[in-house]
């Protein structure tokens, strides 16, 4: 039977299967960030002159801060010169009409990410999901526009929206996580190139789960996107965005916004499937991921969800939020994140009771292998009219081996006395004596270790809509596979 | 069926086997008794495989083959059961899904195909009942919040659905109560068959009535310092393991 060493050094080996890179010519602004940089992405994507105006007052914000310090990862500081800010595919300057104009290439590449593309391919039986794919800067595809339609359901590029629903994108852009609010979100809201827009209208219950597949592909490029949704008053809508990226030796950067806003009785589920390119086993290369999501419960009795597995990346900044305003709403944070090798991850949540009986759950898996560091870092604040808000969070680290690290970082402020906190917390090793027992009833090593540790993140998966949870396991696998010689 | 020979454990370079053997033949019922920190456990852990033993010398062999150059799942299909003195706890992971990957894999092993769900389900249900299993612990978690009593019931009815050929029972009777222990002794009795040997180890002479062992040994100082019938337990409950060491 392996020692935890040996487990340790298969987890080292384990394969990065979305590592490919796709051979296609794209249209990429050469490195370099300045005023002409945001003019020239504006005027690409033919943008009004109001969101050029609020991307320079973006801009001008960020020259004035300072890239944060106090997250516990260590990396060399990105050159914000170095980089390029916009790389399309050609020539999808706009995205194109129908998945017959989409080159074959992208088709090709995000079937073998096994992210279905043609709509009459789904099998019978799997619920139907709507997919923007977003490939560098720019969305590729977006596939069931028409029958969300019908349901009046808006799912399009965040690039389209702002030409076909400016009224909506001008209300609520930027409401959420506004211009300055932290410095990548400043850079993002300065450079940002696509995303997904989404728009339940009042009382509809989406008709199908919508989600977005991020790929970066092409070299030197920052992926920027911006994801803006907004749950009108009594709607329901399920979303899941997944992110994978190419093997490469330089470490590229991700900075991305994500806002949501949930007005009366409205609820969000909000699922991430985080698959960037982590670095290979000595940590070279791998994807930087400095994400700001945040979700405003406007509404009394709105209610939102985030639940994310993590498997990827090299440095993960990423404090999903809610803040929860109207009363009676809830907010939730479910997270699963495996680091391995030179991976580090400083993930959490924040979860801000701001009206009445406001409710919150934090429940944080954090598995960490190799030479892996990893930090939850969560803060609940009560705020003085939450009057008997209450919050409860659990937060666990399952350690492989002996050179890895788990740390966690629980802030709480409470302004109202009426308010409840709860907090849980647990670290612990994979046992020799579980992965035994498991054996010994005559499970192999593998399949032992896959089974402890999908049990030790049941919680959390139990949280993932059906169709992403078999996603999820997958993912897990593919992160745990060979970690027995 | 099973042949100790000469075996010579240190854990954390501290003897602890010095030199045992034992032989066990199928249909055989073995008792192993012995002052705590004998080793018992010990060599229940060696003969199912697990790390952490250092093996300086002697053999092992289990129907034949070197049983130490097996992995311990590899051990577990050729039919290796250890009923845990202190069963784990894995959270999250459903008990009757475990039973089912174990068993699955062995038939796997054996190029036999996976039971159904149906048919895999069935059997689970008639073995809870076997050894008075409520059906809410089959959709628990691996033992977690059962109490200790409620664990050595799981082990049985882990052991009954897995059909050994070898079962290794170590201090299955500690912390039941009298119902229990019938109960589980009951469970016992009823595997009992020819071409099949459990080993049970105990402190208390009371599961020998209930089990009758062909073999009683006494486990002191690394090596098996006495065997007799069940009238050796009885004597033992009366004297103590100094009277073994003193009249070897
Ligand atoms: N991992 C370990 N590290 C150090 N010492 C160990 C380890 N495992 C076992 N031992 C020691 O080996 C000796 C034998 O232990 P073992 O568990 O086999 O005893 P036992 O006969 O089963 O006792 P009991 O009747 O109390 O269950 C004990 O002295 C124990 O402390
Ligand atoms: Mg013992």
Redesign the interface.
């Known amino acids: 039977m392996a020692t935890n060493e040996e487990i340790q050094k298969d987890l080292e080996k384990r394969e990065y299967d979305a590592g490919f890179i796709t051979d296609i010519e794209s249209d990429t602004l050469p490195p370099g960030l300045n005023e002409d940089t945001i003019r020239h992405i504006s005027a690409k994507k033919d943008e009004p002159q109001w969101l050029l105006d609020w991307r320079l007052e973006a801009y001008r914000h960020w020259l004035t801060m300072e890239e944060p310090t106090w997250a516990a990862v260590d990396y060399t500081p990105t050159d914000y010169q170095s980089i390029s800010y916009y790389s399309a595919p050609k020539p999808a300057d706009s995205g194109p009409d129908s998945l017959d104009e989409v080159d074959p290439k992208l088709l090709e590449t995000y079937e073998k990410l096994g992210i279905p593309l043609r709509e009459q391919e789904f099998l019978a039986g799997v619920k139907n999901i709507a997919v923007d794919a977003v490939f560098d800067s720019v969305s590729v595809a977006t596939t069931f526009k028409g029958k969300l339609k019908d349901a009046g359901v808006i799912f399009c590029p965040i690039s389209e929206a702002v030409h076909e629903y400016p009224e909506l994108v001008k209300q609520y852009l930027g409401t959420v996580v506004p211009q300055g609010d932290n410095f990548f979100a400043a850079l993002n809201s300065a450079v940002f190139t696509d995303g997904s827009f989404v728009y339940i209208p009042k009382g509809v219950r989406c008709p199908m789960e919508l989600s977005t597949y991020f790929r970066i592909n092409a070299l030197n490029t920052g992926q920027f996107e911006r994801t803006l949704i907004i749950a009108d008053e009594g709607s329901h809508v399920s979303y899941l965005e997944g992110c994978t990226a190419p093997m490469r030796d330089e470490n590229q950067l991700h900075a991305a916004v994500v806002e949501l806003v949930i007005l009366d009785d409205a609820e969000i589920k909000y699922a991430t499937v985080q698959n960037w390119y982590p670095g290979d086993e000595n940590g070279v290369g791998g994807i930087y991921n400095f994400v700001t999501k945040r979700a405003e419960c406007r509404g009394v009795r709105s209610k939102v969800s985030w639940t994310q597995v993590e498997t990827g990346s090299a440095i993960t900044w990423k404090y999903p939020s809610c803040v929860l305003i109207g009363d009676d709403s809830v907010g939730k944070f479910f997270s699963v994140a495996v680091t391995t090798n030179c991976q580090q991850a400083d993930t959490g949540t924040k979860m801000i009771h701001l009206g009445k009986n406001t409710k919150s759950t934090i429940i944080s898996k954090g598995i960490s292998a190799g030479k892996a560091q990893q930090s939850y870092r969560g803060l609940v604040r009560m705020g003085k009219n939450a009057e008997n808000a209450r919050n409860f969070t659990q937060c666990d680290s399952l350690l492989l081996g002996d050179k890895c690290g788990a740390h966690t970082f629980p802030y709480v402020e409470v302004k109202n006395a009426t308010a409840t906190l709860e907090h849980e917390a647990t670290t612990s090793k994979i046992g020799e004596d579980q992965l035994f027992y498991c054996q010994q009833r005559g499970l192999s090593e593998e399949d032992a270790v896959n089974m402890i540790v999908n049990g030790f993140c049941k919680d959390v998966f139990d949280e993932l809509p059906m169709e992403f949870a078999v996603e999820a396991n997958r993912l897990m696998e593919v992160s745990l596979e060979g970690s027995v010689g | 069926m099973l042949e100790v020979k000469d075996l010579h454990v240190s854990v954390e370079g501290k003897k602890i086997l010095k030199g045992l053997s034992l032989t066990i033949n199928a249909g055989e019922v073995h008792a192993i008794m012995g002052p705590n920190g004998a080793g018992k456990s010990t060599l229940s852990n060696v003969i199912?495989?697990?790390?952490?033993y250092e093996i300086t010398s002697g053999t092992i062999t289990y129907k034949g083959d070197d049983l130490l150059e097996m992995?311990?799942?590899e051990?577990?299909?050729a039919g290796v059961?250890?009923a845990?003195q202190y069963?784990?706890e894995?959270?999250?992971?459903n008990n009757t899904?475990?039973?089912k990957?174990?068993?699955n894999?062995?038939r796997k092993h054996q190029g036999l195909e996976e039971l159904d769900a149906f048919d895999f389900m069935k059997t689970v249900k008639e073995k809870a009942k076997l050894v008075e299993l409520d059906p809410s612990f089959l959709s628990r978690?691996?033992n977690e919040g059962f109490s200790g009593g409620e664990k050595k019931r799981n082990e049985i009815f882990?052991m009954a659905v897995?059909d050994p050929a070898l079962a290794l029972l170590d201090e299955t009777d500690s912390g039941l109560d009298i119902d229990a222990l019938r109960i589980v002794a009951g469970g016992v009795n009823k595997l009992r068959s020819k071409d099949k040997a459990i080993v049970m180890i105990t402190h208390y002479q009371r599961l020998l009535d209930y089990i009758e062992p062909d073999f009683v040994h006494v486990l002191a100082d690394g090596v098996i310092q006495k065997t007799g019938d069940k009238s050796l337990a009885v004597a033992l409950e009366e004297h103590g393991y100094d009277w073994v060491k003193e009249n070897k």
Do not use: N
């Open positions: 199912a495989g697990r790390d952490g992995s311990p799942e051990r577990a299909w059961f250890l845990f069963p784990v894995i959270p999250g992971v899904y475990l039973l990957a174990g068993v894999a062995k978690s691996v882990q897995l």
